[in-house]
């Protein structure tokens, strides 16, 4: 295993008590029915998935892959960090839903898992984590069976390139919009979800991936993109200087009058022949 993916899987391991505790999550909502599990973006294109097998890859500790065994799917999660597999397992005894749930990187999920998916699903912050997209997109084909299809709602990557540190207050460019094989360092650690919350993993990686790469490793793996679609707020605060759609909705925009000029994430289908 690359050395900088590992020392990110460790980081995940840490990050997982300190999720499944915190706010951000809020496990006892999501258990009850008290807060949205899924965002409706999600749910509306994604369709019915009732009866059918669905694979959720990087699905940390499985609220999303068991809101869909909710919607009556056959579910499959599978995750890099083996305490994020844990915890989904334990979910899913709480909870009385069935799933099945695999610690395996990426990459490396062919000699895993066997079988096929109506769905194969990803979503939110799992890109950036992946040092190799084609081979990434080889496993997404490798797994959709034919007729089926590939579903991703991210962050949009020109979104990426913006200054997103504590201090910025307005679009800043800071990163590059082109990916490389050097990854992004950031030394912190924190977690997203508690960032007061102490963590002794204080190294982090993240790939910056293009839309153009995005599109043309999941073309090549034999995929044919449906719908590519770009939307102008994103479901977390992922700049400080965003505001809320609506009080309490958890989906942020840029302030006016350029909260309609960019695009913070897309959604994109893509089915296999």
């Known amino acids: 295993m690359d050395p900088r993916v590992a020392a990110n899987r460790a980081l995940w391991d840490e990050w997982t008590p300190i999720h499944v505790r915190s706010e951000f999550y809020d496990v006892e909502g999501w258990k ?42 056959r579910v ?86 913006f200054d997103d540190s504590e201090a910025a207050s307005e679009l800043r460019l800071h990163y590059n919009y082109w990916p490389s094989p050097d990854p992004l360092v950031f030394s912190g650690g924190e977690s997203y979800a508690d960032p007061d919350a102490p963590v002794k993993g204080q190294v982090e990686y993240a790939w910056q991936h293009s839309m153009g790469e995005i599109i ?19 479901p977390w605060k992922m700049f400080p200087f965003l505001v809320e759609i609506e009080p309490g909705s958890g989906v942020w925009r840029l302030p006016e009058p350029d909260d309609a000029r960019l695009p913070l994430l897309y959604s994109l289908k893509a089915t296999k022949p």
């Open 32 to 73: 009850s029915g008290a807060r949205v599990d899924l965002y409706p973006l999600l749910v509306d294109e994604v369709g019915d998935v009732a009866g059918k097998d669905l694979l959720h890859l990087q699905c940390h500790f499985g609220l999303d892959t068991l809101a869909w065994a909710r919607r009556g799917a």
């Open 76 to 161: 499959t999660g599978i995750d890099i960090s083996e305490r994020g597999i844990e915890q989904a397992r334990l979910l899913a005894a709480e909870t009385g839903l069935e799933a099945t749930f695999v610690v395996s990187d990426v990459v490396e999920l062919p000699d895993n898992l066997q079988g096929e998916f109506d769905v194969v699903f990803t979503s939110l912050g799992a890109l950036n984590w992946l040092p190799d997209l084609p081979r990434w997109a080889e496993v997404v084909a490798h797994f959709v069976r034919p007729g089926g299809f590939f579903y991703i709602a991210e962050a949009h990557p020109f979104a990426w390139v």
């Open 216 to 234: 043309t490793s999941l073309a090549e793996a034999g995929l044919r993109i449906e719908y590519l679609h770009e939307h102008p707020w994103v």
